[in-house]
């Protein structure tokens, strides 16, 4: 046996089929591409999605309501209740609020609400909320980081 006489098994090649040979080659005319439209002519079609100038489902999607954020931004939120049981004149950072146990984890940075009350004068060096804020400064206190 030389490599000169080795071939193929019988069925193992099978031909191309040649398209827009006429009717009796199997696929004349329209080459299998029905009949009109953009999907029967030549050249490119239309990139995946494209639904014909109407809002692709992937743009539309967003737009729902009930869909998550795609980089959604997280803070350690506390608020100026949970700030009362500090002594007078502490510097409120999200390290000192660890230290003091009242945040446990830390989710990002920190950022001071304005549920409850506080009675203690307080220097905060975090973005605080318009209402967190007037009640920080009616306490006597300050707000030094505004974000």
Request: aromatic share 4%; hydrophobic share 35%.
């Amino acid at each position: 046996m030389n490599l000169s006489e080795l071939s193929p098994k019988d069925g193992a090649k099978k031909r191309r089929r040649r398209v827009g040979r006429g009717i009796a080659a199997g696929q004349g005319a329209s080459c299998g591409f029905g009949m009109r439209g953009q999907k029967s002519r030549s050249g490119t079609g239309t990139k995946a999605g494209f639904e014909g100038g109407q809002m692709p489902l992937y743009r539309r999607l967003p737009k729902l309501k009930h869909f998550p954020l795609y980089n959604p931004k997280h803070f350690t939120v506390v608020n100026v209740g949970k700030l009362a049981g500090l002594a007078p004149n502490t510097v409120v950072t999200l390290e000192s609020l660890m230290e003091a146990g009242i945040v446990t984890s830390n989710d990002g940075p920190l950022k001071v609400l304005g549920n409850g009350e506080l009675a203690v004068a307080l220097t905060v060096h975090a973005p605080c909320s318009k209402a967190a804020q007037a009640k920080i400064e009616a306490a006597g206190g300050s707000v030094v980081a505004q974000g």
